[in-house]
């Protein structure tokens, strides 16, 4: 009988260091998610090369919205990895990797003179978050718009990051002043 509980507590030892080992493993510095360096093709003085993970999945979003109202690349290629992954409809509905997301949020980032939609504001009109998606209805308005433009993201987070998302903007769609 002595040697059965010597064996038990001896099984229960171990199992509690392997969870502790186990628990252990997950510090906040061990993250999934990679990024390449990226250099911003409207002005090459401006490089990614890290990631800043945020402490929820609304934090996430707010700083996406954050970012693109302020025309900050450098912050919005902080929180996309190279698995990063942009649905849209239509021609070109998959931008796929930290590169190529690099290369369409410069685009957008750009004044407006020159071919980008900086001055406009992203606003929400509703916001519905499930574990990591964050799901928004918004509204872009801007000076050089005639009417506001709707649409709706969802936007997919993971390790406090925007790995993915899936978006109805539509530059073709936004009607300009003439």
């Known amino acids: 009988m002595k040697k059965l ?26 993250h999934k998610y990679t990024a390449i360096s990226v250099t911003n093709p409207n002005n090459p003085a401006q490089v990614s090369n890290k990631l800043v993970r945020e402490e929820s999945p609304f934090k996430v979003y707010k700083q996406h919205i954050t970012a693109l109202n302020n025309c900050d690349w450098k912050g919005l290629m902080q929180q996309y990895p ?10 070109g509905a998959l ?18 003179a020159v071919g980008g939609l900086c001055g406009g504001k992203f606003t929400a009109v509703s916001v519905q978050i499930t574990d990591e998606t964050v799901a928004v209805s918004w509204v872009f308005n801007a000076p050089f718009l005639a009417v506001p433009y709707y649409g709706a993201d969802a936007y997919i987070t993971d390790d406090g990051l925007m790995v993915s998302m899936v ?10 002043k003439p």
């Open 95 to 112: 931008v796929k990797g930290r590169l190529a997301a690099a290369s369409t949020f410069a685009g957008f980032v750009k004044p407006h």
């Open 167 to 176: 978006s109805t903007f539509d530059g073709t769609q936004l009607q300009f």
């Open 5 to 30: 509980i010597v064996a038990v507590l001896l099984v229960v030892a171990l199992a509690a260091s392997a969870t502790a080992v186990y628990a252990g493993s997950g510090d906040k510095d061990h």
């Open 82 to 91: 190279d698995e990063y992954g942009l649905r849209q409809g239509g021609k």
